[in-house]
């Protein structure tokens, strides 16, 4: 058999990449828009491109102070409304335009349900084909299989884990094609960091 050695955070990227192809292979288009990239470019599009200015709404709060090194702004973070002051000027960014971005959504996902109904001709209003319709291509079961095992996996390490989620059990439909998955344990985690330190 084929083996393939990863870090639990590509193997986390592997789980990302056949969910994505299982769900566009039964329509369910309107997860484009969960792709890191895509909500960071539409984020961006819908984002005020100006300097900060005093009155300005930024992802943490709203501006009352701007200085030599420093921004102060205004917002509720637990522990009702406060004023913080921010050293980390270049990471403080504007909040995005919330009405438009709305707006937006709701007309990309008018058309990607139009794009279903021009591929399908059925009208699928947020809705999709489900992962066992025969007219969805058997690789997207078998995609979603492995990313059952990946994810149930990931389940048994996690200490919160529940037996009412998704992930506590696997549902395969082609039990014959067994897929084995062994996480990193800790001492690869740790070795994992130590290469992190000594490459910076």
Known sequence: MATIKLTNSQLRLIH??????ARIGT????????????DSIFY????????????????????VEIGKGYIKTKGTWGNGEEIKTWTDVENIKLSPNWEEYHHKKDEITYYLNYLKKLISNIDFTNGNLGIYNDKVDESCREAYDIL?????E?????PNKSNMTVDSSCNLSHPENKVDVKLDDIKDVRKQKLNKIKNV
């Open 16 to 21: 990302n990449a056949l969910d994505f192809y």
């Open 27 to 38: 329509l369910q288009f309107e997860r484009i828009l969960d792709h890191p990239s895509i």
């Open 44 to 63: 961006d599009v819908i984002t005020p491109k100006k300097d900060l200015e005093v009155g300005d709404d930024t992802e943490r709060g709203k501006i």
């Open 148 to 152: 059952q095992v990946i994810r149930h």
């Open 154 to 158: 990931f389940w048994k390490i996690n």
